[in-house]
């Protein structure tokens, strides 16, 4: 079974700084997708960025980055020019590229990160 | 707002009794998936409907059901509530059956007390 992990439950960062939040995962799989979701105090799930696996040119979305290391089953988000609203819980999440019955299109998530931006 | 919507926002109901939770999925979307916050457990995927078809079943519970309509709406009923199912349940959809990049609805609080 596929698991996430993110050993960070709370990170902080100065407005305007960079932080990176951490994720690996555990599968056996060789094609799959990888996605950094965003839940700020309105609990919404809103999605920042995804990779695919076979791709090996990291994913960026403005000043959102990735770090994808497949080998190491390895996916941290940096964040560049941190500002106050990007203050959320982070959650990274894991999808199977192929559909199978037991698996679906599922996500599985991590625990999550709780980021708070300092001004 | 994010295009799915889910009612209500908020349900507060006593231990064994039934409730049913709705989700209209964003214009053109034709799966439609469902997901359990909790503080213990995270985020855990319930079910995938896909066009009115079930795909996918995860850690859904005996007390829980959905169906997806034909006009693609989706409902969660859940039964016989314990303390233990107050959650945040979210509803997510997707245009095709292969999920690249759900969106999510704002979700329904449910209290269990």
């Known amino acids: 079974a596929q698991t996430v992990t993110q050993s960070q439950p709370e990170m902080s960062v100065q407005e305007a700084e960079t932080v990176t939040l951490s994720c690996t995962y555990d599968?056996?799989?060789?094609?799959?997708?990888l996605f950094w979701y965003k839940q700020p105090p309105s609990r919404q799930m809103i999605l920042v960025i995804r990779?695919?696996?076979?791709?090996?040119q990291n994913a960026t979305e403005n000043r959102f980055s990735v770090n994808f290391q497949k080998a190491a089953k390895s996916f941290s988000l940096k964040i560049s020019d941190s500002q106050l609203g990007d203050a959320a819980m982070y959650f990274c999440?894991?999808?199977?590229?192929?559909?199978?019955?037991?698996?679906?299109?599922?996500?599985?998530f991590g625990e999550g990160t709780q980021l708070t931006v300092n001004p | 707002d994010s295009g799915v919507t889910q009612t209500p926002k908020h349900l507060i109901t006593a231990t064994g009794q039934r409730v049913t939770l709705r989700c209209s999925p964003r214009?053109?979307?034709?799966?439609v998936y469902w997901y359990q916050q909790s503080l213990d457990q995270g985020l855990q995927f319930l079910i995938h409907?896909?066009?009115?078809?079930?795909?996918a079943k995860g850690n859904i519970l005996e007390r829980f059901s959905a169906q997806q309509f034909p006009d693609l709406h989706s409902e969660l009923n859940l039964s016989s509530l314990e303390l233990g199912d107050s959650a945040l349940y979210f509803c997510?959809?997707?245009?095709?059956?292969?999920?690249?990049?759900?969106?999510f609805g704002s979700g329904t609080r449910l209290t269990v007390v």
């Open positions: 990779q695919e696996a076979y791709k090996q």
């Open positions: 599968t056996s799989e060789s094609d799959y997708y």
């Open positions: 409907y896909y066009n009115g078809e079930e795909r």
């Open positions: 997510a959809s997707s245009v095709t059956e292969y999920g690249y990049g759900y969106t």
């Open positions: 999440a894991y999808r199977p590229f192929s559909l199978r019955e037991t698996s679906g299109s599922r996500l599985t």
């Open positions: 214009s053109g979307d034709l799966s």
